[in-house]
C-alpha cells in the first residue's frame, strides 16, 4: 500500500526570531509565498505562534501597513483549500489574516496550550487597569486576577466560540488531523490547471 501524496505550503511563525511578530520582512515574504502557491493551487497549512503585527515608530518607518495591505488583499483573493493549527500564541488581526475563518480557512484547530484573543495579555491587561487606575492604584494582587483572569479567557477551549475555532487537538495528533482533514477538503475542493495568476515579483 503506497499512500497518495499531496504537496502542501505551510506558512509558519518563528518565535525564535522577535517572538515570532510579523514585521514589514514577514509580510512581504508570507504575501509571495502564498501567490507561489495559489499560481499553482498548492493547499495552505498556517501554524501560529505569533504576537501580532509590528506597531510603533519602527512599523511606521519601514511601511509594515502597507506591507499588511498587499499579504491582507492577496490571502482574500486566494482560491485555496486552508488549514490552521494554533499552537501557542495568535493574538489580534494576524490571528484572522494568517488562517483564520474570514479568509477562507476550510479548518482551524488550535492545540490546548493555545492562547488566543484581540491581544496579548500585557497589553489587554495594561488596557484595563488603566481604566480602573482612574478610581485608585491598583494593588499587585489585583494585576495579578486580572492577568489569571485574562490568561483562562484566552485559552483554546474558551475562546473557540469566538474566534470559529473548530477542534482542539492532542499535539501529537497533528500531522495525523491534518492529512487526514486534506483529504476531505481536497474532495470539497479539486485542484485546478496551473498556473492562474501573476507573481509579484
Known sequence: HVEHVVPVGIVANQPKVNGGINDVKAGAKT????????????????????????????????????????????????????MTVVMRKAYGYSYWLLGGKPVGADLVAAWP????????????????????????????????????AYREDSKAVKAARGFRIDDVIDPADTRRYLCQNLDIVLARRPRRPAPRRTIDA
Open 31 to 82: 504575501n509571495r509565498f502564498v501567490q507561489i502557491c495559489d499560481a499553482y493551487h498548492v493547499p495552505l497549512v498556517f501554524l501560529q505562534d505569533q504576537p501580532g503585527f509590528m506597531v510603533g515608530p519602527k512599523a511606521e518607518l519601514e511601511d509594515t501597513a502597507r506591507a499588511i495591505a498587499r499579504y491582507q488583499n492577496t490571502i482574500y483573493s486566494v482560491d485555496l483549500p486552508i
Open 113 to 148: 496550550s493555545a492562547s488566543i484573543s484581540l491581544a496579548g495579555p500585557e497589553v489587554g491587561i495594561n488596557t484595563l487597569m488603566d481604566r480602573e487606575a482612574k478610581s485608585g492604584e491598583i494593588s499587585p494582587e489585583r494585576r495579578a486576577e486580572l492577568y489569571a
